[in-house]
């Protein structure tokens, strides 16, 4: 085993923990929450989740950050990014930099302070927002992974 293999498996692991767990928080918990179904108040639910979830989230995103790296500059892919053919390429840095803002920048200094009074105002609202937010990313995260596995596979 070299290590590009023990690269690509991290990213791959790191991938599987990060989108899996956004996918079920998307598809399973934020419905829940939105319903009621874990106690009246969803503000205090859906953090409970967060909560525990987010450093899962934070240590994968860097994990797949530094062994994409890695598989870049070892295997010197730096080409790749001048090519529409690997638009995949493209979409790995671009979704991984939207993560990089979303739970380093916007989970601690916007989500914790605005999305709190928000919800309490128009919890609704809020949740629904933050449910559509869930689906558009976890969107991007499926094409971002079809076109990964299909183009490194051709
Ligand atoms: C800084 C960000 C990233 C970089 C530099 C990067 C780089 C790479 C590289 C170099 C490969 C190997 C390609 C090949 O063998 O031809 C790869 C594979 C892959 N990456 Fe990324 N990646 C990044 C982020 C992501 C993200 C955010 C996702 C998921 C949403 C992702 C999912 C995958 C998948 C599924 C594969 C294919 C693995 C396989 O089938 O062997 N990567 N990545």
Redesign the pocket.
């Known amino acids: 085993m070299n290590d590009i293999v023990v690269a ?1 498996a991290l ?2 692991l790191a ?1 599987v923990i990060w ?1 899996g767990g956004m996918s079920m928080a998307t598809t399973v918990a934020l419905p829940a929450v939105r319903r009621g179904d874990l106690g009246k108040n969803r503000l205090q639910a859906f953090q409970a989740i967060e909560h525990r979830f987010v450093w899962q989230a934070r240590t994968a995103v860097i994990v ?2 530094l062994t ?2 890695y ?2 500059w070892r ?1 010197n ?1 730096w080409d790749r990014f001048r090519s529409a053919a690997f638009w995949w ?1 493209h979409a ?2 671009f ?2 930099l939207l993560f990089v803002f979303a739970l380093f920048v916007a989970e601690p200094f916007i989500l914790q302070r605005h999305f709190r009074d928000w919800a309490h105002l128009r919890p609704e609202r809020a949740f629904a927002w933050l449910h559509r937010a869930h689906w558009a990313l976890l969107a991007l ?1 499926i094409v ?2 079809l076109g ?2 299909a183009g ?2 051709r």
Request: aromatic fraction near 8%; charge should be positive.
């Open positions: 690509r990213h791959v991938v989108i797949v950050g994409g790296a598989m870049v295997l892919l390429m790995m840095v979704l991984w995260s971002t992974i990964a596995v490194s596979y």
